[in-house]
T-cell receptor, first 108, second 113 residues
Framework: QKEVEQNSGPLSVPEGAIASLNCTYS??????FFWYRQYSGKSPELIMF????GDKEDGRFTAQLNKASQYVSLLIRDSQPSDSATYLC????????FGTGTSLTVIP | DAGVIQSPRHEVTEMGQEVTLRCKPI?????LFWYRQTMMRGLELLIY????????DSGMPEDRFSAKMPNASFSTLKIQPSEPRDSAVYFC???????????FGPGTRLLVL
């Protein structure tokens, strides 16, 4: 079992819709959770991090954490074509683990 | 801050040659990470350092790979001899604290012919 699992996609949503990206992790001791965005040919860049159960909102982005279910999600509201990228979930406990990423395409 | 700096940005070499990748972390960061990214395997952690000391190199694929961090502002990843299957994008990242946000460099795109 991988430490961090993501659906590789591709996920396609129409412009203006909500994109929902999901991630599960195996280490119950994990304490910090991150979402990175990676455009094609570029390096990963941090979008959000979350430490506590519940929701954390930043503009059009909402991260959701459920430690009991070992589940992290990222919601992107009012999706824009510029949101088209691969989204990497990362989990930190004893070590830092990245998921393989979910490819998102926002269709104009 | 200039961010994490990597060089070269692109490297094309022939099988059997030595390749050296370089990284300058963000000033003040105490953790440095080397990753390899391919379409097939995604982002793989190769090795990471804390205060210039290698902590976990279990991700280094084989003895052909070695990494050093002689001081807080410089690290190298060396492949000797290189093989075509080493072709990938190699990222360096740094953070302040091992569980905190990692900031990535632009990557080195390596092609071994």
């Amino acid at each position: 079992q991988k430490e961090v699992e993501q659906n590789s996609g591709p996920l396609s949503v129409p412009e203006g819709a909500i994109a929902s990206l999901n991630c599960t992790y195996s280490d119950r001791g994990s304490q910090s959770f991150f979402w990175y965005r990676q455009y094609s040919g570029k390096s990963p860049e941090l979008i959000m991090f979350i430490y506590s159960n519940g929701d954390k909102e930043d503009g059009r982005f909402t991260a959701q954490l459920n430690k009991a279910s070992q589940y992290v999600s990222l919601l992107i509201r009012d999706s824009q074509p510029s949101d088209s990228a691969t989204y990497l979930c990362a989990v930190s406990g004893n070590q830092f683990y990245f998921g393989t990423g979910t490819s998102l395409t926002v269709i104009p | 801050d200039a961010g994490v700096i990597q060089s070269p940005r692109h490297e094309v070499t022939e099988m059997g040659q030595e390749v050296t990748l370089r990284c300058k972390p963000i000033s003040g960061h105490d953790y440095l990470f080397w990753y390899r990214q391919t379409m097939m395997r995604g982002l793989e952690l190769l090795i990471y350092f804390n205060n210039n000391v290698p902590i976990d190199d279990s991700g280094m694929p084989e003895d052909r790979f070695s990494a050093k961090m002689p001081n807080a502002s410089f690290s190298t990843l060396k492949i000797q001899p290189s093989e075509p299957r080493d072709s990938a994008v190699y990222f360096c990242a740094s953070s302040l604290g091992g569980s905190e946000t990692q900031y990535f460099g632009p990557g080195t795109r390596l092609l071994v012919l």
